[in-house]
């Protein structure tokens, strides 16, 4: 009987401490992985404010090509080749800041895996 009661004091205890094993490496998983999305948004965020300080030095560029252009005498301003070298170079910039908004919503909208991946 003493053995029985022992034995059930040991099993208990195992429980116990598996389930606090459980909840500690749950509870890490978690803020890993919210951790690790929060390094992904801020890169892109970065990479986000790089583009747009590109579209705005881009921005500055095309009209001071518009007004030399201008000064110059220079009819059908908008057909020069420069300039519409400039509009694809800007529409490339903000294709590349539409991606970059959609990749940080992308990330931002993840869930997190129920089940923790295996650590070897």
């Known amino acids: 009987m003493e053995e029985n009661r022992e034995e059930k004091k040991q099993e208990n205890g195992n429980m116990t ?30 990479d986000l404010n790089a583009v747009q300080k590109k579209i705005s030095a881009a921005h500055s560029d095309l009209g001071k090509l518009i007004d030399d252009m201008r000064e110059a005498g220079e009819k059908a301003i908008l057909n020069k080749a420069d300039v519409r070298a400039m509009f694809s170079q800007i529409d490339s910039l903000k294709h590349t800041a539409t991606s970059l908004v959609e990749e940080i919503e ?7 895996p129920t089940e923790p991946e295996e650590v070897n």
């Open 17 to 46: 401490t598996e389930k606090i094993w459980n909840s500690t490496v749950k509870t890490f998983h978690s803020a890993t992985f919210k951790a690790n999305q929060y390094k992904r948004i801020v890169q892109k965020k970065i």
């Open 106 to 112: 992308l990330i931002k909208s993840e869930e997190e």
